[in-house]
């Protein structure tokens, strides 16, 4: 075969007017001893080094070898910057900016890692991290000191700056971190620094009292990541406060943009990864204001504060209501990923609940919220009863407790703080086991029907107790579809008449309890707020479901395996195993008949259903209503529940009767997770076609 001739310049070729020496040779006659298709590595040299390796010169009109995101040797006009100096001296508000960005950085990872923004991509685009070996003060060569001046002292590089290094857990790229360094001594070396600064009088008070709060601020943040929140909460909200007035002290002087040619402008080089051992294509993230920074940092310490405050709050219902109120309010945003965990390791680490508590305490503590009495207390109801029938259903209350220990409550209330999708998934996956205890209990009263006890005792309603529960967790679940966009326009007609079944369940449950559990209690107070609260949410999801069901699609082909599909948990397998059949589980078989029913009800009324459930959430509102266990965060309880009358006055266009229903655009109805993760607003107020 002829060769082929390509008439490349040679300018254009890599090297281009050097005196290269040609190993062509060399390679023909290495490649000679080789089998077709075999490869030759150097040591720790992969293939994806050598195709990264690859850099296509930049005046050049022949395309890229490869995949672009591969190709990442490829330096276009852009991407080029002048060597990186570490030994440069810096001014005290260029160190302040720098400070800033890296902040920057370090918020992205820490609180987006989850959307893949790793070490490589964020916190080593700072070029110091790479140059720590040579930043070392005890080590620096004389003739780099003499381009030090007072304004710009050598202390802020080697001190100040090099103090700024953290360690950091991740994809570290071969990059050495110091991450064997205890942090105290990287505290003690931030506090070193900063008390070189309270000396230094030679640089303006303004930006050494700036550059000081900065580095208070790093060092209170690593001590909050270090301290026991149970083993000195007033010192943990110490640490809280502090950080709060340097962050105030960074906003009131922000640090300015470096001006050419500063050298803090080469601090970042955000296209690092292509010098990096990693596997990670290259990407460079968009670097939002710095006032951003501030805001997330402000958030995080919100975060701290409220583990610490529920570290004290020895209770299952307020940190089940805590965990409901994140997900569900928009402000302040879902707490971040580290966050989430911390809180999960709070409430248990594996051993001790809230760093105190036994397992059994829960058992105690979730009848005793319900009820208004302990477990330990329903036994006692027990106690004269016959041999046989006392040794019978002690053996199923044990039954009972033990799957509520194992399996169900440590794990629901640490499901709270799982990411919204995982969350959905938890409560899916618990549902099971709640109604294991609930046909465990419902066996334990049914053997109790023959006994002297009184049909109002307490212990009759035993197996209400999960029962609740777990009808909150089916509502939780049709809900957050609606907030994770699951449901179709198709679906979200029956999902809406699915839960308003789930809530008329759970508002027969409470009528039961409201009778037998002590007035004045604080089960007895969450009992009525969760009656007012349930019954605006089936008010209002009745409402939304009669003025959309028209976009239901009937064909069975159609509709069957969209509801198999969507509610495969209620058909596990599982169930056919328990005696007491399932309560709460969705029924396709009854919609079409209900739909033919409300069109002949002529006395119903959307528009007037909504305004009966804004009423209801107004009451609680006006009276400051907010149950028996929200604790400290009433208000913000009370905060949702002005939200969903805010969405009862969006939704005031609904059709006013039945009759409407035909002449009602049900395209005017928009659902938008930004404006209530539930329940859609009527876009068109008047609601009707012309």
């Not at 050598?154 to 991740?170: F, N």
Request: aromatic share 12%.
């Amino acid at each position: 075969m002829d060769p082929i001739i390509v008439d490349i310049p040679e300018e254009v070729f890599p090297g281009a007017g050097f005196d290269f020496e040609d190993v062509t040779d060399v390679f023909r006659e290495a490649a000679a001893v080789m089998e077709p298709g075999s490869f030759v590595f150097m040591d720790d040299l992969t293939l994806y080094d050598a195709m990264g390796a690859f850099e296509v010169p930049r005046r050049t009109k022949y395309p890229k070898i490869g995949e672009p995101r591969l190709d990442s040797g490829l330096i276009l006009e852009n991407q080029a910057a002048p060597q990186f100096d570490p030994n440069a001296p810096l001014l005290p508000q260029e160190l302040c900016w720098i400070m800033d960005r890296a902040f920057t950085y370090e918020i992205r990872v820490k609180m987006e890692w989850h959307s893949g923004n790793p070490l490589c991509h964020s916190v080593f685009t700072l070029l110091y991290i790479h140059a720590l070996a040579g930043m070392d003060p005890e080590f620096v060569d004389t003739h780099v000191l003499t381009s030090f001046s007072p304004s710009r002292p050598p202390e802020l590089v080697y001190y100040v700056l090099r103090s700024w290094m953290e360690d950091w857990q991740g994809d570290k790229c071969d990059i050495s971190l110091l991450e064997g360094t205890p942090v105290k001594f990287i505290i003690s070396k931030l506090q070193e620094a900063s008390a070189w600064l309270q000396r230094a009088t030679h640089i303006p008070v303004l930006w050494r009292n700036a550059l000081r709060a900065r580095m208070t601020l790093r060092t209170t943040i690593l001590q909050l990541m270090q301290v026991d929140v149970f083993s000195n909460p007033p010192d943990h909200q110490n640490l809280i406060d502090r950080a709060r007035e340097q962050l105030m002290l960074i906003r009131s002087h922000p640090s300015p943009q470096p001006e050419t040619p500063s050298p803090a402008l080469h601090a970042f080089d955000p296209y690092i990864a292509r010098l990096l051992k990693t596997n990670v294509p290259l990407r460079v993230l968009s670097i939002p204001p710095t006032e951003d920074t501030w805001k997330a940092i402000d958030r995080l310490l919100d975060g701290w504060q409220e583990a610490c405050l529920l570290a004290q709050a020895h209770c299952l219902s307020t940190w089940e209501i805590v965990g409901n109120i994140r997900v569900w309010l928009p402000d302040p945003p879902l707490r971040i990923p580290y966050l989430r965990s911390y809180m999960q390791s709070t409430f248990y680490d594996g051993l001790m609940i809230l760093n105190k508590f036994s397992l059994s305490w829960m058992v105690d503590r979730i009848f005793f919220e319900t009820l208004g009495v302990s477990y330990m207390d329903t036994v006692k109801f027990i106690a004269p009863l016959q041999a046989d029938q006392l040794s019978s259903v002690e053996n199923l209350l044990y039954k009972a407790r033990l799957i509520c220990l194992m399996k169900l409550i440590a794990p629901h209330i640490r499901g709270q703080w799982f990411n919204p999708p995982r969350r959905r998934r938890h409560l899916v996956n618990s549902l099971l086991n709640w109604h294991r205890v609930y046909d465990t209990l419902t066996e334990m009263t049914a053997s109790l029907e023959d006994t002297p006890l009184p049909k109002a005792s307490l212990i009759m309603h035993l197996p209400k107790v999960p029962l609740v529960w777990r009808l909150s967790a089916i509502r939780e679940i049709v809900f957050s579809g609606f907030q994770l966009e699951l449901f179709s326009l198709e679906e979200r007609p029956f999902a809406y008449y699915y839960v308003s079944q789930v809530i008329e369940e759970h508002l027969s449950c409470l009528d039961d309890l409201l009778v037998v559990v002590a007035k004045g209690s604080s089960a007895h107070r969450e009992l009525r707020f969760q009656h007012s609260f349930l019954t605006a949410l089936q008010l209002m999801s009745v409402a939304t479901f009669v003025s959309c069901m028209v976009t239901l699609n009937f064909n069975s082909s159609r509709m069957r395996p969209t509801f198999f599909r969507r509610y495969k948990w209620a058909f596990q397998p599982e169930y056919n195993d328990i005696d007491t059949p399932a309560v709460g589980h969705p029924e396709l078989c009854r919609l079409l008949s209900l739909c033919a029913d409300i069109y002949l009800d002529h006395s119903f009324s959307p528009s007037a259903t909504v305004g009966m459930a804004r009423d209801i959430l107004m009451n609680l509102v006006s009276a400051r209503f907010s149950g028996g266990w929200s604790s400290l965060w009433a208000t913000d309880r009370l905060e949702f529940v002005k939200g969903l009358i805010d969405v009862c006055d969006r939704l005031h266009g609904l059709p006013s009767n039945v009759a409407d229903l035909n002449n009602f655009n049900v395209k005017t109805l928009k659902w938008d997770i930004q404006v209530h993760p539930w329940f859609p607003f009527v876009d068109n107020p008047v609601g009707t076609v012309p």
